[in-house]
Structure formats: structure tokens, C-alpha cells
């Protein structure tokens, strides 16, 4: 029996228009699936 794992990170930019706060600017998050 073999059990076979991947693992992927990115990265991803974005910013929240019409919202009134610090997410409003140009930020980003990091993904791990």
C-alpha cells in the first residue's frame, strides 16, 4: 500500500474596492493546498 502527498503554496494580491479600512490597499495572502 502507497500513499502518494503534494503539496502546493502560492501566493495571491488583491485589494477590497468600495471598503473602508486597511484592506482597502493593495495586500496579499499566502496559500498552502
Excluded: D, P, S, W
Excluded at 2 to 30: D, P, S, W
Aim: charged share 20%; aromatic share 12%.
Amino acid at each position: 500500500m502507497f500513499e502518494v502527498t503534494i503539496e502546493q503554496t502560492f501566493a495571491a494580491g488583491h485589494a477590497l474596492r468600495n471598503y473602508h479600512g486597511k484592506c482597502e490597499n493593495v495586500h496579499g495572502h499566502n496559500y498552502r493546498c
